[in-house]
């Protein structure tokens, strides 16, 4: 469940209060920002901040819901709320570490520093299982492309060829994706 944190907003604290039951997330009151602070153990890259003022030591920070016309009925104030929540949720899932690389699943890149390299979904899915398995052919064949295991087809290895290739042209890593007579694996 996602939190939201209502920062000196007693009376928005008050009506999501009342009707919590009914909520798809999890409301918690600061009196204030340095109250708010003194939680370090707050995960504030995915969750909303509610505040009337916009607390300085989170000035920077993108997950702030601000309302630009006030009044609000309570269905739209619901609304925004969930749209921003389902938005912080999309990015969040969306990023991947592996290795010392992102991937994100939104966009279909690959980085690391300031170098990108667009995947295919194919390309997503080979990184994603190896990431999680040590693989032998016949298992990529039957889990990413749905083949039998008796198939003759090369189709694992050329996929695991070009893949390779573009990870050691565009970041110069060689040992991304290795392989040993049992198979494919990330380390």
């Not at 039951?21 to 340095?34: G, P, Q, R, Y």
């Not at 969040?92 to 699943?105: A, F, G, P, R, T």
């Not at 008796?150 to 050691?168: A, G, P, Q």
Request: glycine share 2%; proline share 1%.
């Amino acid at each position: 469940m996602q939190n939201v944190f209502i920062i000196n907003y007693n009376s928005l604290y008050e009506i999501l209060d009342e009707i919590k039951d009914n909520l798809s997330f999890k409301i918690t009151k600061f009196k204030n920002e340095e109250d708010f602070q003194k939680n370090n153990n707050l995960d504030i890259k995915n969750c909303l901040i509610i505040s009337e003022i916009k607390p300085k030591v989170l000035a920077n920070n993108k997950n702030i819901l601000n309302f630009d016309s006030l009044p609000l009925s309570l269905e739209k104030l619901l609304e925004l709320i969930n749209i921003k929540l389902i938005k912080l949720k999309f990015n969040h899932q969306s990023k991947i570490i592996i290795k010392d690389y992102e991937l994100n699943l939104n966009s279909k890149f690959f980085s690391k520093g300031n170098l990108n390299l667009k995947l295919t979904e194919k390309e997503i899915e080979i990184i994603l299982y190896l990431n999680k398995n040590k693989n032998n052919v016949a298992d990529l064949q039957k889990n990413i492309w749905g083949y039998s295991s008796n198939i003759e087809t090369h189709t694992v290895e050329t996929h695991i060829y070009r893949l390779r290739k573009k990870i050691s042209n565009l970041f110069k890593d060689e040992n991304f994706i290795l392989s040993e007579k049992s198979g494919y694996f990330i380390k």
